[in-house]
């Protein structure tokens, strides 16, 4: 029997993706938003935990994400760049762009959240005014936009995705900001170098933390696919019943699909960081029976889902009692067996996840943060017959910062610093917290039924059940009985053969999905609608077969209906 300890251990978890927006047939990069937010999130927060040595929490990179990483810091070191932003910002002459590179530097520079992004820059402002004027009296007036004006819009959107970190610290960029206007190509290169010596230093940085014990780093299934789903598309009838589902049955041969994306993600952590990942954020949180089976089969010590999850699955193993009290359930870990194994599961708080996703970006960051501090002791003090009580906060660690000031500057300073002198919660890392109940032989609650979901919501309704979203499906199952029929023949090389798995592990991420649906802007779902099918006709060409034509069409044209929309979503 063990005591209740004096302390409540906090996990953060901070999830780092982007899906890949590369063009295996070009090898030129869709969209920008991997090297943007490197040098705006994935540096700032690597620099609060260099600044606060004593908390312990854990990052989980995507393997997708590191494999695009490291392709921009190649491309800063062979001098060949395939984003076609990027290489605007080093072009010599903007007098003589073509139209579409006019068009691209338009149509992406004001891309960002206006309100702490935009308007807190006056020279960036009247920029946008400008544009707006010329756009007003008709679309042919743009033509009269100088190259100055396309050099210095393209500055300051660079400007305005830099890390707050870097904004204080980095001469280059205080000088620019200063300057405000008539930016030079010099002042170009110098923008353009140093955000390739940020990209570099991206991956040695979390290596470096990781090596100190500062954090833990998990990972996700290598291009961040949908597992549950992808193994059974019947598992989103688990929450939902009434659910429609995919004209296909199922996704052809995913179980063994879910378990390549697994172990190359194993395999891609132990190259990168020198060990093996002992935890396992799914894509979205997403769990099922089967897809907790693979992991066990993998020898993974721990995985995490959603509040709403382990809720249904409370339900489904005690279908005749009610629900305990939300303290007494929510802050442990869960056994889940699978014959003689078994893995931890952790659920994430939604309510504390959601208030730092949504909520605290309004308020002063000090104010924010004691406020999440008081929550916490207050979740302490509830949870006394708990003998190690965690509570689990898990949530994007890259979009939510848009919609703070100074990119959560302050709010992650005061937050860290606070929990850093509090004696009551102590921060650690789901290893360092599983060694512990280990050590002190803490008996974990059993998990007799798991209930398939993600950690929005609690289903999966955000990827399957509408018209478009089923109709991908439908395109995938298509590519990959393609696929199946071609590689199971003696037609393809073993180097075509792994071109083609490697473009059909792009076209099974789940991101495609989520954007599908018209609770997203247009503007966003077309973007995320034609990369898809870019990967898919790609797939097929790589097959040496041709793309049907149903992959021509747009799957989705997005909306403005009142439901909720964008990289983000609340859990409930």
Same mark, same amino acid.
């Given at each position: 029997m063990t005591s209740h300890s004096s302390k409540l251990d906090l996990a953060l978890l901070?999830?780092?993706?982007?899906?890949?927006?590369?063009?295996?047939?070009?090898g030129e990069f869709m969209l920008p938003w991997v090297y943007l937010h490197a040098i705006k999130d994935y540096t700032d927060m690597a620099h609060h935990l260099e600044n606060h040595p004593n908390i312990r929490l854990v990052v989980n990179f995507v393997p997708v994400l590191l494999d695009q990483l490291e392709d921009y810091a190649d491309q800063f070191t062979s001098g060949t760049i395939r984003d076609p932003l990027?290489?605007?910002?080093?072009?010599?002459? $903007?007098?003589?762009?073509?139209?579409?590179?006019?068009?691209? !530097?338009?149509?992406s520079c004001f891309l960002n959240n206006h309100e702490t992004m935009l308007k807190p820059y006056p020279a960036y402002q009247q920029l946008?005014?400008?544009?707006?004027? /010329?756009?007003?009296?008709?679309?042919?007036? /743009?033509?009269y936009i100088s190259g100055q004006y396309l050099a210095d819009l393209l500055v300051w959107y660079h400007l305005a995705w830099m890390g707050e970190s870097v904004r204080r610290e980095n001469e280059c960029i205080v000088h620019l900001m200063s300057q405000e206007k008539?930016?030079?190509?010099?002042?170009?290169?110098?923008?353009?170098n140093l955000i390739g010596t940020l990209i570099q230093g991206i991956i040695p940085r979390y290596r470096k933390l990781a090596k100190s014990g500062q954090i833990e780093l998990s990972t996700t299934p290598h291009y961040h696919p949908l597992a549950p789903l992808l193994?059974? $598309?019947?598992?989103?009838?688990?929450?939902?019943?009434?659910?429609?589902?995919?004209?296909?049955?199922?996704?052809?041969?995913?179980?063994?699909?879910?378990a390549a994306h697994l172990q190359s993600a194993i395999d891609s952590h132990r190259q990168r960081f020198g060990s093996e990942p002992d935890g396992i954020w799914p894509a979205e949180g997403s769990v099922s029976e089967p897809l907790l089976n693979i992991l066990?089969?993998?020898?993974?010590?721990?995985?995490?889902?959603?509040e709403g999850v382990l809720a249904n699955s409370l339900h489904k193993s005690y279908p005749d009692q009610p629900l305990p009290a939300r303290n007494d359930y929510l802050y442990r870990p869960y056994r889940f067996e699978s014959g003689d194994n078994s893995i931890l599961c952790f659920y994430r708080d939604d309510q504390?996840?959601?208030?730092i996703g949504f909520e605290y970006s309004k308020w002063f960051g000090r104010d924010a943060a004691e406020n999440l501090v008081q929550r916490l002791e207050q979740i302490r003090n509830e949870t006394n017959s708990n003998p190690a009580p965690i509570v689990s906060i898990i949530l994007d660690g890259e979009n939510a910062w848009e919609s703070y000031p100074y990119n959560g500057y302050y709010f992650l300073d005061d937050l860290y610093g606070i929990l850093e002198k509090n004696a009551d919660i102590r921060t650690t890392t789901l290893h360092a917290y599983i060694t512990r109940l280990s050590e002190n032989k803490t008996e974990v609650s059993r998990l007799p039924a798991l209930a398939a979901g993600s950690w929005v919501y609690g289903n999966f309704s955000t990827w !399957?059940?509408?018209?478009?979203?089923?109709?991908?499906?439908?395109?995938?199952c298509a590519a990959k009985q393609s696929y199946d029929l071609v590689t199971h023949s003696a037609r393809l090389t073993d180097e075509e053969k792994k071109a083609a798995e490697r473009q059909l592990a792009s076209c099974e991420s789940s991101d495609w999905f989520w954007w599908f649906g018209d609770y997203n802007s247009p503007h966003s779902v077309e973007s995320f609608d034609l990369a898809f099918r870019k990967n898919l006709a790609n797939l097929y060409r790589l097959l040496n077969i041709p793309a049907p034509v149903t992959i021509l069409e747009p799957i989705s044209r997005g909306g403005v209906s009142a439901g909720e929309g964008g990289a983000m979503r609340h859990a409930s």
């Open positions: 901070w999830h780092m993706h982007q899906p890949d927006y590369r063009d295996y047939k070009t990027l290489r605007l910002l080093a072009a010599p002459d $903007f007098d003589h762009l073509s139209p579409d590179e006019r068009l691209l !530097i338009l149509n946008r005014d400008l544009y707006d004027h /010329l756009q007003a009296i008709g679309d042919k007036e /743009l033509m008539l930016f030079s190509y010099g002042d170009r290169i110098q923008l353009f193994i059974d $598309f019947n598992s989103a009838r688990d929450s939902l019943p009434d659910i429609s589902l995919p004209a296909n049955s199922a996704y052809p041969g995913g179980y063994n699909r879910v066990i089969e993998h020898g993974r010590q721990w995985c995490a889902s959603g504390l996840s959601d208030l !399957i059940g509408d018209r478009d979203k089923n109709q991908a499906w439908d395109l995938l």
